[in-house]
């Protein structure tokens, strides 16, 4: 593909945009600095529910650090978050929209100083900031830190990032720290001492447990990690590796992979003219067995993401007249759908089976073989919403995935099918074999689905006390 920009990647298409993200070569994202597996995926798993794990995340996000004057403002304008109360050393999940209403992503926003904000997680809503802060007029300073697969000097991040998770997480920070875990409201951030060095730590929940997200400067990583993973040892903690880590995001309800909603619409195309023709947005491939004709039905609205509570409309923002119009619904709702065991062993089965076509492969635990997986969920043979995670929970004994379903399928109990596998026989990606498709009953169930995250986590628990 020929061109600067993204733009040039679109208007050079020769097919249908959505074909050419389908047979894009790009695989599902990577957990580079960290091995695959620790112990094994299945102990890893059950230790985040029954003793505590550690997640390295030093090297898979990407970091965009704001500072100046006009920071608040910059991210009041672009994000339907509220910022009528944002305090300094707290943060917040960050959800910017296009003009026509749709996600370009989501991440977490720190608020490190009255002047300093630090954004992580995936890319896309990194760049749409960065394009704003350089476009937009605003006295700020925007500096990005890529992760690691993207960069020529993959281990020197400005900053580590781990995260203690579990049961056990408060002790093993009580040991580490040689005083009781701090006692703080969700997403809110202190200080404490680990191995000498000055530790800033979040509360957070990332699978659905209570625990702290830890961060400070590159260079001090080492020595604090190795403070962590002594101090876990009497706990039964567990080093997380990149295969378990992608899964656990089916037991807490986060839906991880949005395709930027920026491929189309005039009012973009200063933004696709940014873009670089050979950054993610360029090399987003599409994956599963939803198909359209038209890129727009890939776009998803906060609603669809289960974060419509996070639009207010106390303030102007990119998108809020397209928020306001779609408000009153009606709206996909966010569920875990849990397979059927016997059509699932079926869909495994055919695999042993040398007649004909087996079904697609699932791959354990995370069964994603696409940047962003798009599934079909039928109901009554009819189409009711889209998958867009799956995967084997060991906790669960369950395949479960993470859906977004027409509100009158959106019921608990609710019988349902994903549509498993690409069409005719599978597109040109390398990560998909030749296979047949298979239809796989599911049951619509809450989200999250782990009883622990869903009533002690999402609905009133640790979240809204400070609890230790």
Known sequence: MTGSSLEDVVNGVRTNLVDHLRNLQAGPNVYPGVPAEYTNWRDEQLAWQRTCVLFNQSYHMAELLL???????????????????????????????????????????????????????????????????ETGGHDVTATLDERSAARPDPFNRRSYRYQIQGPNAARVIERATGAPAPELR???????????????????????QPGYELFGPWAEGEEVHGALVAAGEEYGMRLVGGRAYSSN?????????????IYTGAALKSYRQWLPADGYEANASIGGSFVSDRIEDYYLTPWDLGYG??????????????????????????????????????????????????????????????????????????????????????????????????????????????????????????????????????????????????????DGGWRKAALR
């Open 249 to 261: 995001t089916l037991e807490s309800g986060w839906i991880p992979s949005p395709l930027p909603a």
């Open 186 to 208: 969700f997403f809110h951030i202190t200080t404490i001492t680990i191995a000498g060095r000055e530790v800033r730590a979040l509360r957070h929940g990332m699978a659905g």
């Open 67 to 133: 500072e100046g004057p006009g920071a608040l403002a910059l991210l009041s304008g672009l994000g339907v978050n509220s910022f009528a109360r944002f305090p300094v050393h707290s943060a917040k999940q960050f959800v910017p929209c296009t003009p026509d209403g749709y996600v370009i992503g989501d991440v977490i926003l720190f608020r490190l100083g009255e002047q300093t904000f630090n954004l992580v997680g995936r890319i896309p809503a990194l760049n749409w900031v960065r394009y704003h802060a």
């Open 309 to 458: 509570s996070f639009v207010k409309f106390d303030h102007d923002f990119i998108g809020r007249d397209a928020l306001e119009a779609k408000a009153a619904g009606p709206h996909r709702r966010k569920v875990t759908l849990a397979l059927d065991a016997g059509d699932f062993l079926a869909a495994i089965g055919s695999q042993l089976d040398k007649e004909g076509r087996p079904a697609k492969w699932v791959e354990f635990p995370s069964a994603v073989y696409a940047m962003h997986p798009y599934d079909l969920v039928k109901a009554g043979g009819a189409p009711a919403g889209i998958s867009t995670w799956i995967g084997y929970s060991a906790n669960e004994r369950k395949m479960l995935t993470l859906a977004m379903l027409d509100a009158e399928h959106a019921h608990e109990g609710v019988q349902v099918s994903l549509v498993w596998g690409e069409p005719d026989g599978g597109s040109g990606k390398l990560t998909v074999e030749q296979h047949a498709q298979a239809e796989i009953g599911a049951t619509v169930s809450p989200v999250p689905y782990t009883e622990v995250a869903r009533k002690i986590y999402a």
